[in-house]
Structures are given as C-alpha cells and as structure tokens.
C-alpha cells in the first residue's frame, strides 16, 4: 500500500526529471528510472520535510543514471576493444609473414645498436635479471637503469616504425 502511494506521488515527478537531465532520452530515463526505484525500496528512510525526501529521491535518480551511463560506455568500449582484436585477427591471418619480417627488422635494429646497450637489453629481457642486479653490474643507481632502459626502448621503437613505413610507402 506504502509503495503505491509514493508510486502515484513520485512516478511521474521522478520520470520528468530524469528526461530533462537525459536531456529527453527516453530509454536511458527508464533504466535510470527503474534502478532509482530498486535503489529506493532498498534504502527507504524517514524524512523530516518532503524537499529533503524530494533531494534525496534526486540524488537516486541521477546516481543510477551516472551509473546507467558507465555501464554503456563500458558495453560499447567493450565492442570496440572486441572489434579491434577481430580485425587484427583477421590482419594477421592475412598477413601471416608480418610478425616474421617485424622479428627481422628489431634484430637488425638491435645490431646497430652499442654493446653496452645490447648488453643492457640482454640481461633484463633474455637473462630476466632485475633492475637492482643490473645497476649492481652497471655499478649504477637503479633509476639510471630504469631511464636508459626507456630510453633504449623508445631508439628501438622510432628506428622499427621509421623502417616499417619506408617499406609501407616504397
């Protein structure tokens, strides 16, 4: 009884304004509408005044809209990601030798490069040495590791993008 009651009082006023706040998206105001519902049987208290109950009612409501929201962006980022890997699925199975000539290409980047750099590389990706035993053999601090690792990365990285788009655009 208690909850037809506030049906016949709220409803309607809750609806309204949902729709101005989703600017009159009608379907993103029902699901808010219906989780602000759920969330105010759940959670139903006593009020002193009906603008503080009405205050409350609102904060419900565009609560379960924000998060009505996130969750669509979340579905819809989801679909983007899902497409994304289909397509460099679909790339790779038509372009099997692509991974090959990358391969190619970093070890012959990795040839210019100078031993002591080469020798950084090694020990942390081949050997799995840790940064602190490689600043320990550098007889170095560990933050100078870290930056000459990033910065070996990124040389590595600008000479295979440089040498993947002069083969794309020859």
Not at 21 to 33: F, I, K, Q, R
Not at 82 to 108: C, G, K, N, V
Not at 147 to 159: C, D, E, G, P
Request: proline residues 1%; contains cysteine.
């Amino acid at each position: 009884m208690a909850y037809r009651i506030f049906y016949e009082a709220y409803f309607e006023r809750l609806r309204r304004y949902l729709l101005v706040v989703t600017s009159g998206n009608e379907d993103a105001t029902c699901e808010a509408l219906q989780s602000a519902l759920v969330r105010i049987v759940k959670h139903i208290r006593k009020f002193s005044a009906e603008a503080e109950f009405w205050g409350w009612l609102t904060v419900l409501a565009r609560t379960a809209l924000f998060d009505h929201n996130r969750k669509r962006k979340r579905y819809w980022s989801f679909l983007e990601r899902f497409t994304r890997h289909m397509e460099i699925e679909r790339t790779a199975d038509i372009q099997p030798d692509y991974d090959t000539r990358l391969l190619s290409l970093l070890e012959q980047n990795l040839a210019t490069l100078p031993a002591e750099e080469k020798q950084l590389l090694e020990s942390k990706y081949i050997d799995g040495a840790s940064v602190r035993q490689i600043a320990d053999d550098f007889q170095t601090s560990e933050k100078a590791i870290e930056s000459w690792l990033v910065r070996i990365r990124r040389k590595l990285k600008s000479a295979l993008l440089e040498n993947l788009n002069r083969e794309s655009s020859s």
